[in-house]
């Protein structure tokens, strides 16, 4: 299986603040790689596929970029609504996901 | 527009099955994968394992081979996953998800969730 390691594992940032979240893969997943967005009680959401791809509907603060092993989640200008837990997810093979990030204000 | 409805909250005693189901509507149920993927409470996702509607075919994580059972009724589009032999690991809230264009997860049920308790 491939293995995610997602970092960090908490972060906290005041509104306005670009945030970065990391994920890195135990092998090249050569850009087969989706971001998610959970709010408490809810299911995940589709941030971004394709390692750089935005999903229809998300906002452009949102990106993602990377390759091979390294890859990243960036917050643009975050908002109150931002605050949520994010997920990495490989799907060049069997799919797996990060340990997630939960992202808190400061 | 595509929906995956699951089934309500379970409480079920250590030993016992519980079926959960996934019903889809939205789009032709037999043209897309369903998967399912487990979370344990507050942590992170763990995939089980997809079953192709329109063949039967399943394919499931290792882990979870002897756990899960999945299976579909297409004249209902929905989507089943039996789970055996719980124990208070089992305890945790399943999705039912479908792929967008490739192999990402752009549709996710609401969950359901699974206590297993005397």
């Known amino acids: 299986d491939i293995q995610m390691t997602q970092s960090p594992a908490s972060l906290s940032a005041s509104l306005g603040e670009t945030v970065t979240i990391e994920c890195r893969a135990s092998?090249?997943?050569?850009?087969?790689l989706a971001w998610y967005q959970q709010k408490p009680g809810k299911s995940p959401q589709l941030l971004i596929y394709?390692?750089?791809s935005l999903h229809t509907g998300v906002p452009s603060r949102f990106s993602g970029s990377g390759s091979g092993t390294q890859y990243s989640l960036k917050i643009n200008s975050l908002q109150s609504e931002d605050v949520a837990s994010y997920f990495c997810?490989?799907?060049?093979?069997?799919?797996?996901f990060g340990g997630g990030t939960k992202l808190e204000l400061k | 527009q595509v929906n995956l409805l699951q089934s309500r909250a379970a409480l079920v005693k250590p030993g016992a099955s519980v079926k959960l189901s996934c019903k889809a509507s939205?789009?032709?149920?037999?043209?897309?994968?369903i998967h399912w993927v487990k979370q344990s409470h507050g942590k992170s996702l763990e995939w089980i394992g997809y079953?192709?509607?329109?063949?039967?075919?399943?394919n499931y994580n290792e882990k979870f081979k002897s756990k899960a059972t999945l299976t579909v009724d297409k004249s209902t589009n929905t989507a089943y996953m039996e789970l055996s032999r719980l124990t208070s690991e089992d305890s945790a809230t399943y999705y039912c998800?479908?792929?967008?264009?490739?192999?990402?997860?752009?549709?996710w049920g609401q969950g359901t969730l699974v206590t297993v308790s005397s």
């Open positions: 997810q490989q799907y060049y093979d069997y799919p797996t």
């Open positions: 939205g789009y032709t149920f037999t043209d897309y994968y």
């Open positions: 092998e090249d997943i050569y850009n087969g």
């Open positions: 394709n390692a750089n």
């Open positions: 079953i192709n509607p329109n063949s039967g075919y399943t």
């Open positions: 998800t479908r792929v967008g264009d490739e192999d990402w997860f752009a549709y």
